[in-house]
């Protein structure tokens, strides 16, 4: 009973379930592992509380067993009663995550590109062997790796506190997250060409900046109703507390986006309001799989999250110096060229996202 209750509170905790959906799924984890006919009136509860960080999971199993030798003393049946603890901690540090929960190569990267990122974590959902590739002669150094699956081309892999596999799933920060409703055309087809400052509001058909554009985005919401936003190489684009929401009303197609060498991008995200923290915001509804290819290289700078949550990233961005804060979140995720990340976020205010570390006491 003990065993079952423990390992009950194993599987709550790498399901990461919430409140709601808890107790059933506690109920159900004991019953699989509690196969004692003999043992009536089996009643199992459990409950969270913060704790230090982290969050504390109280579990308890009560039951009566019904005797033989006993009931001849006048004690028919013996009260049971078992308890078991679970306290997870989260670090906060994580600044990769791919959520696809299948595929090979979830997360990867190609050719020769050097992946660093500075304090901060990948995270990979896939259960696949090979869920985290890294090919050719590329090269990742992080803070730590976490994949539910396996990792193909460990040995090209630097991190601090290891490669753990076989880990839970990462539950996504931004679940909860919502942009606000919007109606209308700001502007369509919008040709960025020249230098211009432009304001928040809905641009269908999309955005598309030349090489000789220098423009600047108002802080806001930029919502990209189909069509894709384009970045060529010389075009220069930036802006402070400014979200670009990719999304699309009926009739129209969804939205990609392309990012080309050598064209410079430098946003930051929104610190207060609905999408705080979130520089790209990728509908939900997008088929899996819409490509987003943010390969500027050293040019490329966008600040708190790339939520993607359905979108095919491609990234190549950062550098050593002006990278502060970055977190991507796709399915899938790759790195085609050298990148650098990191994840000094509290000014962007960003949620936090990484592994759980367990620790059960019965």
Same mark, same amino acid.
């Given at each position: ?10 599987? @709550?905790v ?9 107790? %059933?799924?506690? %109920?159900?984890? &004991?019953?699989?592992? =509690? ?24 579990? +308890?199993?009560?039951?009566?067993? %019904?005797?033989? &030798? ?43 590109? @050097?992946?660093?990122l ?10 696949s062997?090979? *869920? ?5 002669? @590329?090269?990742?150094?992080a ?25 839970g ?9 919502s942009?606000?409703? &919007? ?27 030349? @090489? ?29 507390g400014?979200?670009?929401? =990719? ?22 995200p ?27 290289? +050293? ?42 990340? *990191?994840? +000094?976020? +509290? ?16």
């Amino acid at each position: 009973m003990q065993a079952a209750l423990d390992a009950a509170a194993i599987m @709550a905790v790498k399901q990461n379930a919430s409140d709601d959906q808890l107790a %059933q799924n506690v %109920q159900s984890y &004991f019953n699989a592992n =509690f196969t004692r006919p003999d043992v009536r009136n089996v009643q199992v509860s459990a409950a969270t509380t913060p704790a230090g960080g982290g969050t504390s999971l109280s579990l +308890s199993a009560t039951g009566t067993l %019904q005797t033989e &030798f006993l009931s001849l003393m006048g004690m028919s049946s013996l009260a049971l009663s078992v308890r078991s603890s679970a306290y997870t901690s989260t670090d906060g540090l994580g600044c990769v995550l791919s959520l696809d929960r299948t595929a090979s190569g979830a997360t990867a990267l190609q050719g020769n590109s @050097a992946v660093n990122l500075n304090g901060c974590s990948l995270y990979d959902n896939s259960s696949s062997p090979t *869920a985290l590739s890294v090919g050719g002669s @590329a090269t990742l150094t992080a803070l730590s790796v976490g994949v539910v699956g396996g990792v193909s081309g460990a040995a090209s892999i630097n991190s601090s506190n290891g490669i753990k596999t076989g880990i839970g799933r990462v539950s996504d920060p931004y679940t909860y997250d919502s942009y606000p409703t &919007f109606s209308g055309c700001s502007q369509t087809n919008f040709p960025g060409k020249n230098t211009a400052t432009i304001d928040p509001g809905v641009y269908c058909g999309g955005m598309s900046f030349n @090489a000789n554009a220098n423009v600047t985005l108002n802080p806001g919401i930029y919502y990209i109703d189909g069509g894709s936003l384009t970045l060529n190489g010389g075009a220069v684009v930036r802006g402070t507390g400014v979200t670009l929401v =990719f999304t699309k009303k009926s009739g129209s197609s969804w939205p990609t986006a392309t990012i080309n060498g050598g064209a410079t991008l430098n946003l930051t995200p929104p610190t207060t309001g609905p999408t705080t923290g979130i520089v790209m915001f990728g509908d939900r509804n997008m088929p899996l799989g819409t490509s987003f290819r943010l390969t500027g290289g +050293s040019n490329l700078y966008l600040g708190g999250a790339i939520y993607i949550p359905n979108g095919a990233i491609s990234f190549s961005g950062g550098d050593g110096t002006s990278t502060s804060c970055t977190q991507i979140i796709g399915d899938p995720v790759s790195f085609t060229g050298n990148s650098a990340l *990191a994840i +000094s976020c +509290s000014s962007y205010k960003t949620k936090p996202f990484s592994a759980q570390v367990l620790k059960i006491t019965s």
